[in-house]
């Protein structure tokens, strides 16, 4: 089953993922990746990890 990612979810993953690659991560943004990763898995019933490896892989490695 394909896990579903919202586009906020998607906004925030690319802000980090951008800040990683700057070197410039903010503990900041990445609380709020994880907290939308987890208010997401619950409000969806998804697992939580299966939702963040797949917004990694979606924003990371787009191909």
Known sequence: MAVELSP???ELETR???EIQAGQLSTETA???HA???AHAE???QDRLAVEM???KRVR???
């Open 43 to 45: 409000q969806t019933g």
């Open 36 to 38: 939308a990763v987890v």
């Open 31 to 33: 609380e709020q990746v």
């Open 8 to 10: 906020e979810l998607i």
């Open 54 to 56: 797949a917004l990694k």
């Open 61 to 63: 490695h787009p191909e």
């Open 16 to 18: 980090a993922w951008e």
